[in-house]
């Protein structure tokens, strides 16, 4: 199951200036300002400020590029969840406007970022919700490895394809009616199950 929203800061504290540290070429990620990638439905992974600390407490350990969070992150989750470069790129800037992280040096357009003494005490404050938040991503990383959706997943590929294929292909009004309740009677039978 992957998560695919996590609006979890006030976007107003970015002064718009997320673009800067986004991925080379200044693309934001295809998962939508704000979101993560998650299977299975949208909810909220973390809470205000939360993903704050959890980078936070990722720089503890040692400094990072920006996608290195959303690697790590996605590793701890088994890869059940990732947060999109629109969320973490931001997040970032607010921190280093924070003065809570810093950036160590640069590699091309990649920008290594390390906690400062204010970002430490930060995390000491708040280490609990810190430790909260990764234990959360942790369990959903077990959650995950526990229920396999692979072959449902695999089947509404095979489901997408053929309508592409079948609808593409200019057929008549009754067809498209008759595709549209196969899809439907399928539905409901799922939901009863």
Known sequence: MRHTSDHHFDHRHCSGRGGRHGPPGGGMGGFGHGEGRHRGGRRRMFDAG???????????????????????????????????PGVVYPTLTMLEDL???????????????????????????????????????????????????????????????????QLGEGRDKQMTLDVAELIDEAARKIERL
Do not use: C
């Open 50 to 84: 939360e993903l704050r600390l959890v980078l936070l407490l990722l720089l503890e350990a040692q400094p990072r590029h920006g996608y290195d969070f959303i690697r790590e992150i996605e590793e701890r989750t088994g890869g059940a969840y990732a947060p999109s």
């Open 99 to 165: 003065s809570q992280i810093e950036e160590t040096q640069s590699e091309g357009p990649k920008r290594l970022y390390a906690l400062t003494a204010a970002g430490r005490a930060q995390l000491e404050e708040r280490r609990v919700e810190a430790e909260a938040a990764m234990a959360r991503l942790v369990a959903l990383g077990a959650e995950s490895s526990r229920i396999e959706t692979g072959p449902v997943w695999r089947a509404m590929q095979n489901l997408k394809t053929v309508l592409q294929q």
